[in-house]
């Protein structure tokens, strides 16, 4: 009787070794492209939200989004921002229910888009004649000043090329 074959020790842990190299080759290629999909969404976000912003004062006599009723004299608040964006409203600011009549604006969101970086759609709303932050904090999905009509991401770091997040 002839005895079977069977792996040896040495042989197994070999084959361990081999699949760990190819491990240590590929989960860097893995995460690289992650951080790329995240970068590209936050630019293709960026764009969005700026594209509805010029839309939106446009057409609302040129008041920004984020101020409520649109008296680009109160205080811009994130909710006001949001129902703008995702609501139906008129030519003063003011929104409604998708439909209801003599509210012919919008929506031009479905829903705020979330920050690929920290997964927040929150917004930072800065006020009139207050400056932006010079540093983001990372506490805010977007960071919003109306009266400038500039909206950033409230990501800190950088990209692969040194950009940083917040200068998209």
């Not at 995702?86 to 009549?101: D, E, H, K, R, V």
């Not at 990501?155 to 940083?164: E, L």
């Amino acid at each position: 009787m002839k005895g079977a074959r069977a792996f040896t020790l040495v042989e197994i842990l070999i084959v361990v070794v081999l699949l760990a190299i190819l491990a240590a080759i590929v989960l860097p290629n893995v995460s690289k492209g992650t951080a790329m999909a995240k970068e590209s969404a936050l630019a293709s976000d960026l764009s969005l939200l700026r594209r509805f912003m010029v839309l939106y004062k446009s057409q609302h006599q040129e008041v920004s989004p984020g101020y409520p009723n649109g008296d680009a004299g109160a205080v811009p608040t994130d909710q006001a921002f949001r129902d703008q964006a995702t609501l139906s409203s008129n030519t003063n600011g003011q929104t409604a229910a998708i439909g209801t009549p003599g509210f012919k604006y919008g929506p031009y969101l479905s829903k705020m888009p979330r920050n690929p970086f920290n997964n927040l759609d929150t917004i930072e709303m800065v006020g009139n004649g207050a400056d932006f932050p010079i540093v983001p904090d990372g506490v805010h999905g977007w960071i919003c000043q109306p009266e400038s009509g500039e909206i950033r991401a409230d990501s800190p770091g950088t990209n692969s090329g040194g950009v940083a997040y917040y200068d998209y």
